[in-house]
């Protein structure tokens, strides 16, 4: 399994991003999708998840702002960032929770995507 994120860039506060980040492989069923992130010298937090049954939840810093969604028959997910400011400046990962075919069966695993740079300049 693949997670390619994409869409990051360079944008001026409060301007707008979106994100995406499309599921590959030998995928039978993705549950839990999700978006971290990872500023300069910090730890990688938390964004937002999107559930497969459509549920989303958000970290506070970016509740109202930012907007999670995914398109299901695509295996990819999306990230809406508007109002966008310098703290939000990161490297952001996509996540999922991914049912795969292996030789042996199945197989439930944790991926995680390469990371897309978005910077944020006052």
């Known amino acids: 399994v693949q997670l390619q994120a994409s869409g990051g860039g360079l944008v001026q506060a409060g301007e707008s991003l979106t994100l995406a980040c499309a599921a590959s492989?030998?995928?039978?069923?993705?549950?839990?999708m999700g978006w971290y992130r990872q500023a300069p010298g910090k730890q990688r937090e938390y964004v937002a998840r999107?559930?497969?049954?459509?549920?989303?939840d958000y970290a506070d810093s970016v509740k109202g702002r930012f907007t999670i969604n995914r398109d299901n028959a695509k295996n990819t997910l999306y990230l809406q960032m508007n109002s966008l400011k310098p703290e939000d400046t990161a490297i952001y990962y996509c996540?999922?929770?991914?049912?795969?075919?292996?030789?042996?069966?199945?197989?439930?695993?944790?991926?995680w995507g390469q990371g897309t740079q978005v910077t944020v300049s006052s």
């Open positions: 996540n999922a929770h991914v049912l795969t075919k292996v030789t042996t069966g199945l197989r439930s695993a944790d991926y």
């Open positions: 492989g030998r995928i039978i069923n993705i549950s839990d």
């Open positions: 999107s559930t497969s049954g459509g549920s989303a």
